[in-house]
């Protein structure tokens, strides 16, 4: 109780009224009308010149930012993981369909072929000893980094203007541009699917007269030359990309020369998904610099001429005979992009090799 008295007498202002009766006869409006020192400190607001001119002085001190310089791409070659530039240093210049500068390219040289084939030749073995499953697994990652990047790849085709002025397509730039993306990632989803579905298609079992079982089954042809066309440099390039992959091979590409931008972007798409290193390689430059020492390789199984220019041909036929390597042309309907004339399990087959196999049977 002491206690308590001194708590009520420390809450009395000089009469013997309680805390609790003061609280009654005078509620918080009333206490906060009451008090003067209550009033100023929570009503009015204290517009001192000192605080006004502090507030200008320190708006007119405030930095104005320069205006910033944007950061230009830079455009590389893709050989084993890498982005190396050509060992020359080389570059030339990639203007739009209008004449307008777009960048400057690499321009690779032979010892960067040789390098790349050196590159595809060392990972196609670990390529093809993966199971068709996870080859799948790895085309349709590459399908989901692309469409993450969906934007960037038609601000690079809508970049480039017209450039299929060869092709009858009734739609403008701009829609090309889309559709041209579109296909490109569902191109790489449909030979994803058929990765582990494409020996048993392809392949069979032979009926011998004997005790012993005959079976045929597609192996992969081992590197493999791309020439990507000039008319579809994104979707031209994977269509004839993809079938090669799907059955072990391992790629050498040549990007189109007078387009090679949006390629160097999907190698980039390429780096960042599963694609082990070595398994694609991108080169950019001049064909007649780059074709000629690709075709006579003598580690390049196989060489797409598709995007090749008819007075190349020859002469790379010619050093493709030399070292027995193949040679691989689209056909008429096949280049025909956008359509599903251009994607067919009979074009991973340009890309195999056969072997047939006796088994004795048991007894």
Same mark, same amino acid.
């Not at 692309?146 to 450039?163: I, P, T």
């Not at 931008?261 to 390429?270: F, V, W």
């Given at each position: ?96 369909? !209008? ?37 799948? !697994? ?28 060869? !092709? ?102 390429? @780096?960042?998904?599963?694609?082990? @290193? ?86």
């Amino acid at each position: 109780m002491a206690f308590f008295r001194r708590r009520k007498r420390a809450g009395a202002t000089g009469s013997d009224t309680s805390a609790a009766d003061t609280t009654a006869a005078n509620p918080p409006d009333a206490i906060l009308a009451s008090s003067p020192s209550n009033t100023s400190s929570i009503h009015s607001v204290d517009p001192s010149p000192a605080s006004t001119s502090n507030t200008d002085s320190t708006t007119a001190l405030a930095p104005v930012a320069p205006p910033r310089t944007a950061i230009l791409k830079t455009y590389k070659l893709y050989l084993g993981g890498k982005f190396p530039r050509s060992e020359s240093g080389r570059t030339y210049p990639v203007h739009s369909a !209008q004449g307008e500068l777009l960048a400057h390219a690499v321009r690779a040289s032979r010892k960067d072929v040789r390098e790349a084939v050196k590159a595809a030749r060392s990972a196609q073995q670990s390529w093809a000893g993966r199971t068709a499953y996870n080859r799948g !697994q790895i085309l349709y990652r590459i399908a989901e980094m692309m469409e993450s990047r969906r934007e960037e790849f038609v601000r690079e085709l809508r970049a480039l203007g017209d450039v299929r002025a060869n !092709q009858a397509y009734s739609v403008d730039v701009a829609e090309l541009a889309v559709r041209e993306v579109e296909t490109t990632i569902d191109r790489w989803i449909w030979y994803a699917g058929w990765c582990d579905k494409f020996n048993s298609v392809t392949g069979s079992s032979n009926p011998v007269a004997g005790s012993y079982f005959g079976f045929t089954i597609p192996e992969p042809t081992g590197v493999v030359g791309v020439v990507a066309p000039d008319e579809a440099p994104l979707l031209g390039l994977v269509s004839r990309l993809a079938p090669a992959l799907v059955s072990g091979n391992t790629v050498v590409a040549i990007a189109s020369h007078a387009h090679p931008l949006p390629a160097i972007i999907m190698a980039e798409a390429l @780096a960042t998904s599963d694609v082990p @290193a070595g398994v694609v390689n991108i080169l950019s430059g001049l064909h007649d610099e780059l074709i000629p020492p690709l075709a006579g390789h003598g580690d390049v199984g196989a060489l797409d001429l598709t995007g090749c220019e008819p007075d190349l041909r020859a002469q790379a036929q010619t050093l493709a005979a030399e070292t027995v390597t193949r040679v691989v042309y689209a056909s008429a309907q096949e280049q025909n992009w956008l359509a599903n004339t251009a994607q067919s399990p009979y074009i991973i087959e340009s890309f195999c090799e056969y072997k047939t196999v006796w088994h004795p049977k048991g007894a």
